[in-house]
């Protein structure tokens, strides 16, 4: 259980376009889901947080406007890089927030991670 | 400003043996702890998640400890794998904004 999926694996894009990135929990609903990016050999760092049927919360630095967040339904969050450039070729990872299963705390369930490279 | 420190950046031990990675967090106020493994490539998977009040938490062949006075934790692998090949991350969770703060991890390789 509490699996994590995202959608694409991997994607290589040209600068200027617009990468939508999906993230679904399969077999649990989800009423928060973060989004995270990760550099090379760097920590992971949160981009936002995202409530379902409510607009995320972005962290400080993480222009809003450039990573687009939609959490329509309780299994379903996608991120949206618009605008891509070079700079934003990442490893960008979801997780999922299931309330009480660690010994009363919320466990994040994280996904597989989107490799994104833009040329 | 919260902080997690991983030490070492990186180790290389043969199978069989025995390893401790290390971590060092500044997170106030602070909530719980957890040790993920990290396959290249891959999103990270929970090992073991700790309170201020557990010393001590098992999951397998992985031990972590926890001292919440000097605020260090450990992860000790134990009859090391080559599957065991990973980036172990140690992340604090803060009990205020629910926030987790995530170190750099450790790359660990196993060598046959």
């Known amino acids: 259980g509490a699996v994590v999926s995202q959608h694409p694996s991997w994607v290589i894009c040209k600068s200027g376009t617009s990468v939508k990135i999906e993230c679904r929990s399969l077999?649990?609903?989800?009423?928060?889901m973060f989004w995270y990016r990760q550099f090379p050999k760097q920590s992971l760092m949160l981009m936002a947080t995202?409530?379902?049927?409510?607009?995320?919360?972005?962290e400080q630095g993480v222009e809003k406007d450039k990573f687009l967040i939609n959490h329509a339904s309780l299994t379903l969050s996608t991120l949206t890089v618009t605008s891509a450039h070079p700079e934003d070729s990442s490893f960008y990872i979801c997780?999922?927030?299931?309330?009480?299963?660690?010994?009363?705390?919320?466990?994040?369930?994280f996904g597989p991670g989107t490799r994104l490279t833009v040329l | 400003k919260n902080q997690v420190e991983q030490s070492p950046q990186s180790l290389i031990i043969l199978e069989g043996k025995n390893c401790t990675l290390q971590?060092?967090?500044?997170?106030?106020?602070?909530?719980?702890l957890r040790w993920y493994k990290q396959d290249t490539g891959r999103g990270p998977v929970s090992l073991t998640i700790?309170?201020?009040?557990?010393n001590t938490k098992s999951n397998g062949r992985y031990t972590a400890t926890l001292d919440a006075d000097t605020k260090q934790s450990s992860l000790h692998i134990t009859a090391s794998q080559l599957s065991d090949s990973a980036s172990y991350i140690c992340?604090?969770?803060?009990?205020?904004?629910?926030?987790?703060?995530f170190g750099r991890g450790t790359s660990l390789i196993v060598h046959p």
């Open positions: 992340v604090a969770w803060s009990g205020g904004s629910y926030i987790p703060t």
């Open positions: 971590c060092n967090y500044t997170v106030s106020p602070f909530s719980n």
């Open positions: 995202s409530n379902e049927g409510s607009k995320a919360t972005y």
């Open positions: 077999d649990f609903q989800a009423t928060t």
């Open positions: 997780s999922a927030e299931v309330a009480g299963v660690s010994g009363g705390y919320n466990e994040q369930f």
């Open positions: 700790m309170t201020f009040s557990e």
